[in-house]
């Protein structure tokens, strides 16, 4: 009888596949199990931290006793000097704290990936194999746990804990359906070490390196919590690649917040062609070699050779933090981008826009203490940065920004702290409620030589030294621009309106003219019908003298 308890005993103890229990332990006889890496002998037997149940469901921390029962029931409800035991399901009394432990996943399996560290759950990059002391290349393990997310049944996000992560084998290459998530931008660092070409994290459209030019779909990408950054010692020279590369072409729903982008790349973010796209919270302090750009909006053949231009859509970015750099941010054309609650501070050219239709930039701050004359604050061209044609920019607001620190005191060649350049006329635009503080230099606060059928003002200048501020009207056919009143700083030169072209007057005949009164002083127009007019006479109508005419305040009269 006892000969065949012990027989079932051993059967009902007995390990499945991949099972890990401990059996035919006694008194000085070595223990094993079937699975990795766990052996000891003892009186009583010891066994260091090991994995000992069948299902994986569990992982003991610390030491095993076995007792000498006769294989009924293994090891001590007490334990000895390790305290007192808990049976698991196998019948098994551990000493230690049980952990969880997580198996191989379908997804994992169906990927091709196998975890390294059973301790942490799918998404985790720590399970496959990732380096948080940034001393071995993290790349494999990020991109193996990538590859398992976006498998079927997986987990659709990677997790960074805190720690800083190198990677220089590979690219960080991800596509549609996948969250970046980290513990929070200082605790969770990547370190990147790539070659100078090679973008550190890069999203494209079908998760390869080679995207599908012009089309539409939803990527639906979240990265958040995390920063890139270069690793010490990285050199700038040469360099053209980004901290984060979002390669669209077309795609849409992409959302970054409280990322921070550092280093010496040449470009901190890149939003190529991407559709409804959130960057919120953000801090890109990236300085890399010339012509480095901190923010990059572009859409067509800039980047990518046959890229149809117009996929950069609905673009919001906020709460942002631009620093450094030759450029804060490069837009260079799509619809709808708003750009508001931004700083942006110590650039070259905070802002250079070509080809923006219905955009707002509003209740920014560009802090420029050491911008030089010859760059505005705000640029608008009708090129790319590259010389790509993309025309001007029409229908948008400027409001309620603080233009402050703008121009260099010396200098020659200056542009106004808000610039409208090109070759045509941008449109469409008001601009009002601006606060243009510190303009040192010699030149306007806005020149809108290339502005047409637009309302400027009121906006205000403060504290702009001694030299006289004025918006250069470039009046011709296509421009039409509404100018109310300006609020010029007291003590200061007053504010001038300089007129390019002639300004053509609105006729009334004099029975038609509106009453004049304090609210209308100053205004002028033209009648039609008056009768011998004299300078600063009082106007007789029904005659036929055309004349222009001048509010004094109580009437119209002869000018």
Request: charged share 10%.
């Amino acid at each position: 009888m006892r000969k065949l308890l012990t027989l079932l005993a051993l059967i009902v103890l007995a390990p499945v596949a991949h099972a890990q229990l401990l059996v035919n332990c006694a008194t000085g006889v070595t223990c094993s199990q079937t699975g990795p890496s766990m052996t000891g002998t003892g009186d009583p037997a010891w066994l260091a931290f090991g994995k000992i149940n069948t299902d994986l469901s569990q992982i003991y921390q610390g030491p095993i006793t076995m007792a000498t029962v006769g294989g009924v029931v293994l090891g001590s409800a007490t334990g000895g000097a390790q305290g007192a035991g808990t049976m698991n399901a196998q019948g098994v009394y551990v000493q230690g704290v049980p952990v969880p432990s997580y198996p191989q996943t379908a997804a994992e399996i169906a990927a091709g990936v196998t975890p390294t560290n059973y301790l942490y759950p799918p998404g985790n990059v720590l399970r496959y194999g990732a380096d948080p002391s940034a001393v071995s290349d993290s790349s494999s393990a990020v991109n193996s746990d990538i590859k398992a997310a976006l498998a079927s049944g997986g987990t659709g996000y990677i997790y960074v804990p805190g720690g800083t992560f190198l990677i220089s084998g590979a690219q960080i290459l991800f596509g549609n359906s996948l969250a970046i998530v980290g513990f929070n931008r200082a605790a969770s660092v990547f370190w990147c070490n790539l070659p100078l070409g090679t973008s550190c994290f890069r999203y494209s459209n079908n998760g390869t390196s080679s995207p599908v030019v012009n089309t539409s779909g939803y990527g639906q990408v979240t990265v958040s919590g995390i920063t890139i950054t270069t690793s010490p010692g990285f050199s700038a020279t040469g360099s053209t690649a980004a901290a984060l590369e979002l390669s669209c072409e077309g795609y849409s729903y992409m959302e970054v917040r409280e990322v921070r982008l550092t280093g010496a790349f040449k470009y901190g973010l890149i939003n190529d062609g991407c559709e409804v796209s959130h960057y919120d919270g953000d801090i890109i302090d990236n300085s890399g070699p010339a012509n480095s750009i901190n923010f990059w909006i572009v859409n067509g053949p800039d980047r990518v050779s046959g890229q149809s231009q117009g996929f950069s859509n609905l673009v919001t970015i906020e709460n942002d933090q631009l620093n450094g750099g030759t450029y804060g941010l490069v837009d260079d054309g799509g619809s709808n981008h708003s750009i508001r609650d931004t700083n942006i501070n110590g650039n070259g050219t905070p802002m250079r826009i070509a080809g923006a239709q219905a955009f707002g930039i509003d209740r920014d701050d560009m802090e420029n203490a050491g911008i030089q004359t010859g760059i505005a604050n705000i640029d608008f061209e009708s090129t790319t940065l590259a010389g790509a044609a993309a025309g001007e920019s029409v229908g948008g607001t400027i409001e309620g920004n603080c233009f402050c620190a703008d121009m260099a005191a010396t200098g020659s060649g200056g542009k106004a702290s808000l610039a409208f350049e090109g070759t045509g006329y941008s449109t469409g635009i008001s601009i009002s409620g601006n606060n243009f503080r510190f303009n040192l230099g010699p030149n306007s606060d806005i020149d809108v030589t290339h502005l047409g059928n637009s309302r400027v003002g009121p906006d205000n200048a403060d504290g702009n030294g001694s030299s006289s501020h004025y918006i250069g009207i470039h009046q011709d056919a296509n421009a039409n621009i509404l100018y109310p009143a300006q609020n010029g700083y007291p003590g200061f030169n007053p504010l001038i309106v300089q007129l390019g072209h002639m300004a053509q007057l609105a006729p009334y005949t004099v029975a038609t003219l509106p009453t004049c009164n304090t609210t209308l002083k100053g205004g002028m127009a033209y009648v039609t019908d008056a009768t011998a007019p004299t300078y600063n006479g009082a106007l007789t109508g029904g005659g036929s003298v055309v004349v222009p005419v001048f509010c004094n305040g109580s009437s119209w009269v002869s000018n």
